[in-house]
């Protein structure tokens, strides 16, 4: 399995980004993706999640700026980043979970494959 993560970089405040992840290996459509991040000193935190439903779950400082799509024909989910903050600045990392319990959902520990990152920095 294999998730790749692209599409991080660097805006400013109040800008827009939008991250891809690509994956591989796995059959997609059956999966639970979320999106996590991770800031300098800073435990790994839920962003989003899209379920196989297409059911949709966001942390509080997501909602109403950030969302999470997903193309089962192109094996890609996706997190569309409007009115960045340079608080939203974070490794962001892409996850699938096989199991896909609703309650776990924002837990790091659940997923099963991790991409491997992309850096989105937002300057004031």
């Known amino acids: 399995v294999q998730l790749q993560a692209s599409g991080g970089g660097l805006v400013q405040a109040g800008g827009s980004l939008r991250l891809s992840c690509a994956a591989s290996?796995?059959?997609?459509?059956?999966?639970?993706m979320g999106w996590f991040r991770q800031a300098p000193g800073k435990e790994r935190e839920f962003v989003a999640a899209i379920r196989s439903s297409f059911n949709t779950y966001y942390a509080d400082s997501a909602k109403d700026r950030f969302t999470i799509s997903r193309d089962n024909a192109k094996n890609t989910m996706y997190l569309q980043m409007n009115s960045l903050k340079p608080e939203d600045t974070a490794v962001y990392y892409c996850?699938?979970?096989?199991?896909?319990?609703?309650?776990?959902?924002?837990?790091?520990?659940?997923?099963?494959?991790w991409g491997q990152g992309t850096l989105v920095t937002v300057s004031s």
């Open positions: 996850a699938a979970d096989r199991a896909a319990i609703l309650s776990s959902i924002r837990r790091s520990d659940a997923y099963n494959y």
């Open positions: 290996g796995l059959t997609f459509r059956a999966y639970t």
